[in-house]
């Protein structure tokens, strides 16, 4: 089972930038897409972003035009630049890549 490991949460004013990290402990880009989840308190985890094996990407609605996500495929990580960051952003950001999750990592961003 691969491992995805997940960095670059924290603290963040409104308006701010992080940029999310997810390693994976083997090379994973396949037909699979790669994807980033998040999970706000009390709510469902939902989909935020993701990218296929030809770069196609995908975004929710709610963070089109501010988050951008990448892969290096040489170092087999995906990232997630998050951009003008909301408060209703903050959530526990969750890199997928088939069945496998990472642990997670927190956002929060002060208003």
Not at 2 to 25: D, F, H, I, K, N
Not at 83 to 102: F, H, I, M, Q
Request: aromatic fraction near 10%; include cysteine.
């Amino acid at each position: 089972q691969v491992q995805l490991v997940e960095s670059g949460g924290g603290l963040v004013q409104a308006g701010g930038s992080l940029r999310l990290s997810c390693a994976a402990s083997e090379s994973i880009f396949s037909i699979n897409p790669m994807a980033w989840y998040r999970q706000a308190a009390g709510k469902q985890r939902e989909l935020v972003a993701l990218i296929a094996d030809d770069r196609s990407t995908n975004y929710a609605d709610s963070v089109k035009g501010r988050f951008t996500i990448s892969r290096d495929g040489a170092k087999n990580t995906v990232y997630l630049q998050m951009n003008s960051l909301k408060p209703e952003d903050t959530a526990v950001y969750y890199c997928n890549w088939r069945s496998a999750w990472g642990q997670g990592t927190q956002v929060t961003v002060s208003s």
